[in-house]
T-cell receptor
Framework: KNEVEQSPQNLTAQEGEFITINCSYS?????LHWLQQHPGGGIVSLFM???GKKKHGRLIATINIQEKHSSLHITASHPRDSAVYIC??????????????FGQGTILTVHP | KAGVTQTPRYLIKTRGQQVTLSCSPI?????VSWYQQTPGQGLQFLFE???????NKGNFPGRFSGRQFSNSRSEMNVSTLELGDSALYLC?????????????FGEGSRLTVL
């Protein structure tokens, strides 16, 4: 069974700061997802990656398969980035894209 | 293009009752997955359907069931509700191909069991 650990659990930043959220998992995966959840519940998929690095606007996600570790970076943070960020993985060897194991989430608060 | 639609958004039930939640995926998506989110356990996988077949099931009791229709819409049912079933139930749809496994989530159905 895959264990997914995120750090930190809570993160407070000032507007404009560079932010990093980390995710570690215990067994091989086919894909790793970074998700964003705002108050109210709705979840948005930010990235799905299985190797290397992806960038979208101010967000960058990297993954190191050998070290079983991924990071989500936010450059020039803004108060609208305040949300819960969740790391989730699907295990290797399957054809399932929806069977995910989730981290506990990182609560990010960005102050103006 | 319409997103993933979940109904109802909010509902209140009492212990022992049953509930049915609905999820309409993005047009063309054949995979629908369901998740439960609680403050104590976080997000947990319930089940995944693909082309009307249950492909995977999470570690939940048999009171939790689901199905998918030929138009890819999915329903999940919880029978004999318990207080601990109070949660946000989320569904997500996907094209479910090798390079397009990205998940698109609905807004969720918030269930309160009294």
């Amino acid at each position: 069974k895959n264990e997914v650990e995120q750090s930190p659990q809570n993160l407070t930043a000032q507007e404009g700061e560079f932010i990093t959220i980390n995710c570690s998992y215990s067994v091989g995966i086919s894909a790793l997802h970074w998700l964003q959840q705002h108050p109210g519940g709705g979840i948005v998929s930010l990235f799905m990656l299985s190797s290397g690095k992806k960038k979208h606007g101010r967000l960058i996600a990297t993954i190191n398969i050998q070290e079983k570790h991924s990071s989500l970076h936010i450059t020039a943070s803004h108060p609208r980035d305040s949300a819960v960020y969740i790391c989730a993985v699907s295990e290797a060897g399957g054809t399932s894209y929806g069977k995910l194991t989730f981290g506990q989430g990182t609560i990010l608060t960005v102050h103006p | 293009k319409a997103g993933v639609t979940q109904t109802p958004r909010y509902l209140i039930k009492t212990r022992g009752q049953q509930v049915t939640l609905s999820c309409s995926p993005i047009s063309g998506h054949r995979s629908v997955s369901w998740y439960q989110q609680t403050p104590g356990q976080g997000l947990q996988f319930l089940f995944e359907y693909f082309s009307e077949t249950q492909r995977n099931k999470g570690n939940f009791p048999g009171r939790f069931s689901g199905r998918q229709f030929s138009n890819s819409r999915s329903e999940m049912n919880v029978s004999t509700l318990e207080l601990g079933d109070s949660a946000l139930y989320l569904c997500a749809s996907s094209l479910a191909t090798l390079n397009t496994g990205e998940l698109f989530f609905g807004e969720g159905s918030r269930l309160t069991v009294l």
